[in-house]
């Protein structure tokens, strides 16, 4: 399995919280994703980073802020949660033209 | 339209079935192609890529037809093991980002 560890595995929060995901790769991957999964919507672009400090947003990134200061991690801000944000997320990591893998997933419910 | 679709499902069929699942894109730009496996609350895995003559992976033969802009996964022999969500994902054009769009899967169900 690719080296990817993404923190937490669940979290519980209430609306209006900051929230941070964070994953973490061992395999100097170029590329890292992060998705959020839903009944209906299938798997959905948040943000990309193709470098340190190279990120671009994806489908559907409003509310939600990335960093990537070093290679092997890239964290999910969510400003100010809110009950929509409630969902599976997925970081994934690839090289170019390469297919991507996915971490384990973060089960992230907002009260 | 979706840039990638998929006929959700599910698929019932019986141990031994051939299914196939067909997958449109819409993006003539986009260079490589991949099915995923996805079982109940895990992670989306590689299950193959898809190359432009076809190619077999076992049970698994995978599938492209650019002119008409699909892609297929046959699945020969159904096992009991074979029943989870497969999605389709395709290049966000023909850049280097790496970026895929993913349908939104077709779930099988293989019964004995």
């Known amino acids: 399995d690719a080296g990817i560890t993404q923190s937490p595995r669940h979290k519980v929060t209430e609306t209006g919280t900051p929230v941070t995901l964070r994953c973490h790769q061992t395999?100097?991957?170029?590329?890292m994703y992060w998705y959020r999964q839903d009944p209906g919507h299938g798997l959905r672009l948040i943000h990309y980073?193709?470098?340190?400090?190279?990120?671009d947003k994806g489908e559907v990134s409003d509310g939600y802020s990335v960093s990537r200061s070093k290679t092997e991690d890239f964290l999910l801000t969510l400003e100010s949660a809110t009950s929509s944000q409630t969902s599976v997320y997925f970081c994934?990591?690839?090289?170019?033209?390469?297919?991507?893998?996915f971490g384990d997933g973060t089960r992230l419910s907002i009260l | 339209r979706k840039e990638v679709e998929q006929d959700p499902g599910p698929f019932n069929v019986p141990e031994g079935a051939t299914v196939a699942f067909n997958c449109t894109y819409s993006?003539?730009?986009?260079?490589?192609f991949f099915w995923y496996r996805q079982d109940c609350r895990k992670e989306p895995k590689l299950l193959m890529s898809?190359?432009?003559s076809g190619n077999e992976d076992g049970r698994f033969t995978a599938q492209l037809n650019r002119a008409s802009q699909y892609i297929s996964l046959l699945i020969r022999d159904s096992k009991l093991s074979d029943s989870a969500t497969y999605l389709c994902?395709?290049?966000?054009?023909?850049?280097?980002?790496?970026?895929?769009?993913f349908g939104q899967g077709t779930t099988l169900q293989v019964k004995p």
């Open positions: 395999e100097n991957h170029r590329y």
């Open positions: 993006n003539s730009a986009s260079q490589s």
């Open positions: 980073s193709y470098g340190v400090k190279d990120t």
């Open positions: 898809v190359y432009s």
């Open positions: 994934a990591i690839s090289e170019s033209r390469q297919p991507q893998h």
């Open positions: 994902a395709v290049t966000s054009g023909s850049g280097n980002t790496g970026k895929l769009i």
